[in-house]
């Protein structure tokens, strides 16, 4: 079951993590077109650094997840190589421990953040885009993150994971 819920999971970091790069796309056609307009045709677009700021909060988060499926943090293999497997899961499993900490801290921010610029209708100062529009993606992605890197801890806990329930 605890298998079947880390895929589950995986298949959602997968969905947000292609809207990270979705919102990475229209930023690259957004600043081009930046570009074009300003030393092309000499009249400077005010909308492209604002926007393109205020989508690259929320790309920066939706990744967080999938990067955890792809074990794609930073981390000394060396040191996971020298050790035995029992204290290798060990210390797989006190860093996930501190990812699960790390990211209730955040995702409770994020949330918090959220509900108050809902609350308070702010917006862009020249767009005037909601603001909590680009909180609740983040919120979301930080919530997937936790959530993951719980279930993840889980698996090595109980030595089980998605990968060995394939076979």
């Known amino acids: 079951m605890l298998a079947d819920i880390q895929r589950g999971m995986e298949r959602l970091a997968l969905g947000l993590a292609g809207l990270g790069a979705l919102i990475i796309l229209v930023q690259t056609v957004w600043i081009s077109y930046g570009v074009f307009v300003r030393y092309v045709l000499g009249k400077p677009d005010g909308t492209v650094t604002e926007a393109t700021a205020m989508l690259l909060f929320p790309a920066a988060f939706l990744g967080l ?9 930073p981390k000394v293999s060396f040191l996971m190589d020298a050790l035995a497997p029992p204290a290798r899961r060990w210390l797989e499993g006190f860093n996930l421990l501190l990812m699960l900490v790390v990211g209730v801290f955040f995702s409770i921010a994020a949330a918090n953040a959220t509900y108050r610029a809902f609350d308070s209708g702010s917006a862009s100062e020249i767009l005037l885009w909601p603001r909590y529009l680009f909180w609740l993606p983040s919120t979301l992605a930080l919530f997937l993150f936790t959530l993951y890197a719980g279930v993840r801890l889980l698996a090595v806990i109980f030595n089980t994971s998605a990968e060995h329930s394939k076979h």
């Open 65 to 73: 997840a999938f990067a955890l499926k792809e074990n794609a943090y």
